[in-house]
């Protein structure tokens, strides 16, 4: 039992967990902290833009998680000679984004059409322009920490940057602050991160690797970049992110102030839950990419869908018993519209969590059914545009999509599970 218990707690996935789930703990804490003193320093008005401004900061990044993933998946494959890869493809990166980077100075006399065309302030626009520049350069770094497992440097740099950020809101809160004070912060905490990635990138990952790609790996990069593997990642990512945002993005377009607040709160709780799970949808990923742990990758599933269960039903159970006192001592009275909708922020958090779960593991194994999820966001759009402007309405468009999305996932895995299971010798069926 000892024995068996002390190779559980050895185990890669076990540890990895654990750091980034405590990690990731602490972290959202902060940022929940931050939104809680955000909302009741701004009002349901300022929060509201907050909250979109965000939501175009997920869809922006979206192209970073498909960096990621692919970065993860090809230093899986390559196993023990991940380090060498890794800083290859960082070196190969770089010389594309200085031979294309400039090219990004030519959005910035559109920043004024594109904070009237999404009913943002210049402030907000021109925080995003700045904030996906430093984002996506600090985003080969993160991808090639996470493909190394150097779990310990990403619990660093997630708290790190978030301390920033809780700052900001604590500055709001007591009033010597404003979005301007929010959007500066964010900023400086993301460079921070950026400079700290750049020297332990440079000076600890072993020097003896700091040549130029061969030709060979050029090559092998441009083909894959060209792959249709590529692209479906592409729209899959992308797809993932604005499952979660559209609906944001469509009440700050078409509702008054106000309600964008109301339901920036309400889809705040919502993501709560997929907050508290992302280590292990990280790790899923991370995981199941690698050749050496890919058969474990049905448990390491079940591990984050079981987890997701019991966090989702605690999370249910308190919106609905305890929601009422939790909106009204947090964020005032100016927030009680959205009590009666609490615990469904819950059951939609619990259905994109599943969602996320499941793209996760699915897009480590290659798999075709993760084309399901850009299939559905014309559907989205369409039901959204339909409902744009009422709180219920989009809430309700939110959760149905999911729950159908999550249904498809669940019984495909199911499926093929069974199928497997099946197919094994007759002594192994019972070990399965």
Do not use: C
Not at 222 to 239: A, C, R
Not at 349 to 373: C, D, E, P, R, V
Not at 404 to 420: D, E, G, P, R
Request: without cysteine; hydrophobic residues 55%; aromatic residues 16%.
């Amino acid at each position: 039992m000892s024995r068996r218990l002390n190779r559980l707690i050895r185990n890669p996935f076990i540890q990895g967990g654990v750091l980034l789930t405590g990690a990731n703990f602490i972290s959202n804490f902060l940022n929940y902290l931050f939104h809680l003193f955000v909302g009741r320093g701004l009002g349901p008005a300022g929060y509201g833009e907050l909250a979109t401004v965000f939501a175009y900061v997920f869809v922006l990044s979206a192209p970073l998680g498909v960096i990621n993933t692919m970065i993860i998946r090809k230093l899986g494959e390559a196993g023990f000679n991940r380090q060498s890869l890794a800083i290859a493809l960082f070196d190969w990166f770089l010389q594309r984004f200085e031979k294309w980077g400039l090219w990004l100075i030519f959005i910035i006399p559109f920043i004024p059409w594109m904070a009237h065309l999404l009913n943002l302030s210049l402030s907000s626009i021109t925080f995003l322009f700045f904030f996906a520049l430093l984002t996506f350069s600090s985003a080969i770094y993160l991808a090639i920490f996470n493909g190394l497992k150097l779990f310990l440097l990403i619990a660093f740099l997630i708290i790190a940057t978030t301390l920033f950020k809780f700052l900001a809101g604590l500055l709001v809160l007591v009033g010597w602050g404003s979005l301007l004070t929010i959007y500066i912060l964010i900023l400086v905490g993301s460079l921070f991160g950026l400079v700290f990635s750049w020297w332990f990138f440079k000076y600890k990952i072993n020097p003896v690797y700091l040549a130029s790609p061969s030709s060979a790996i050029n090559k092998r990069l441009i083909q894959i970049l060209k792959s249709p593997l590529l692209i479906q990642t592409s729209l899959v990512v992308l797809s993932l992110s604005l499952l979660s945002n559209l609906d944001v993005m469509f009440i700050k377009k078409f509702a008054t102030p106000d309600i964008a607040g109301f339901y920036g709160v309400w889809s705040l709780w919502a993501k709560i839950i997929l907050y508290a799970l992302a280590p292990l949808s990280g790790l899923t990923l991370i995981f199941t990419s690698s050749a050496e742990h890919a058969h474990n990758k049905n448990r390491f599933l079940f591990i984050s869908l079981l987890s997701l269960v019991g966090i989702g039903l605690i999370a249910f159970l308190t919106y609905y018993h305890l929601g009422s006192s939790l909106i009204l001592v947090i964020y005032g009275s100016k927030f009680a519209p959205i009590v009666p909708f609490l615990h469904l922020a819950a059951v939609f958090g619990f259905l994109y969590t599943t969602i996320h779960i499941f793209t996760n593991f699915y897009l480590a194994q290659k798999s075709k059914i993760t084309l399901i999820l850009p299939a559905f966001i014309p559907l989205q759009i369409v039901f959204l545009y339909l409902n744009r402007s009422s709180f219920a309405s989009i809430m309700w468009v939110e959760i149905i999509l999911s729950f159908i999305l999550a249904t498809i996932y669940l019984v495909y895995w199911l499926l093929n599970f069974k199928s497997k299971v099946s197919n094994l010798p007759a002594g192994r069926q019972v070990k399965s």
